[in-house]
């Protein structure tokens, strides 16, 4: 299954801010949305589930266009991290249980419950389950966050800057997590991130935004100075250091 997003164009009022945007991500990839602030990617993000409504385009998920569903069906197939987090004073098993809202009726069924539990163990939150989400740590937060995306069982996770506000090792420690859970689950992720050695470090495709639009599309093996260097008007050096590839101002 592959999502295909074809010629998404947003403006806030006026003000151009994607324009005719186009990728597809496949089974199993990560693929990171890269540029300079403002450039567009939060907003690219929340087109894709329809938190903004794009002026045209399409968002395909196989034979669907995920602009034509409900709100609730979106999110039965599309687990979103938001940048900010605003939590109510929810433990941590109450916080992901709020994942399962997209699938519940009337009441919490068991196989929501069911769901909750997996996903705690999965994300290794089981321990924290009845703690206070506002008593965590960042990276603690963080992994909540994540697991309420996926007790939505989502086909496709976008998350929005998921690093943000981590010190190094647990940002190393969300990235890790992100990437394993794609990979052993079968997802696909879309994620917009600043860190671009981070980016090349998990990520297998990018996604670089410039002027509104797309300006190049790249896999980890074809990344290049260049597009970096025109993309965010800095020269760098692409090296490769103990088998990762890093990104180097110079």
Do not use: W
Not at 17 to 28: P, Q, R
Not at 35 to 49: F, Q, R
Not at 72 to 89: E, F, K, N, W
Not at 171 to 178: F, K
């Amino acid at each position: 299954m592959i999502l295909s997003v074809n010629n998404i164009r947003f403006s806030y009022n006026s003000h151009p801010v994607l324009d005719a945007v186009s990728f597809a991500v496949e089974k199993g990839h990560v693929l990171a949305i890269l540029g300079v602030n403002g450039a567009g990617k939060s907003t690219l993000l929340k087109c894709l589930n329809r938190i903004l409504c794009p002026h045209a385009g399409s968002v395909l998920f196989g034979e669907e266009d995920l602009l034509r569903l409900p709100q609730d069906a979106i999110a039965r197939r599309m687990g979103y991290v938001p940048q900010q987090h605003t939590q109510p004073r929810l433990t941590v098993y109450e916080a992901v249980l709020l994942g399962r809202r997209p699938h519940m009726g009337l009441t919490v069924g068991k196989a929501d419950y069911a769901v909750v539990e997996q996903t705690l163990e999965r994300m290794g939150l089981s321990a924290l389950a009845l703690r206070p989400v506002s008593d965590l740590s960042g990276g603690e937060v963080q992994k909540v966050m994540i697991a309420q995306a996926l007790a939505q069982s989502p086909k496709i996770l976008l998350l929005d800057e998921p690093t943000s506000n981590l010190d190094l090792k647990n940002q190393m420690d969300v990235m890790g997590l992100i990437r394993t859970v794609v990979g052993d689950h079968g997802l696909m992720a879309v994620m917009a991130i600043h860190d671009l050695n981070l980016a090349v470090r998990f990520a297998d495709h990018f996604l670089f935004l410039k002027d509104h639009q797309v300006y190049g599309l790249a896999s980890r093996n074809d990344l290049n100075a260049e597009t970096i260097e025109q993309v965010y008007g800095l020269k760098v050096l692409v090296k490769e250091v103990s088998g990762y590839r890093v990104v180097i101002p110079r």
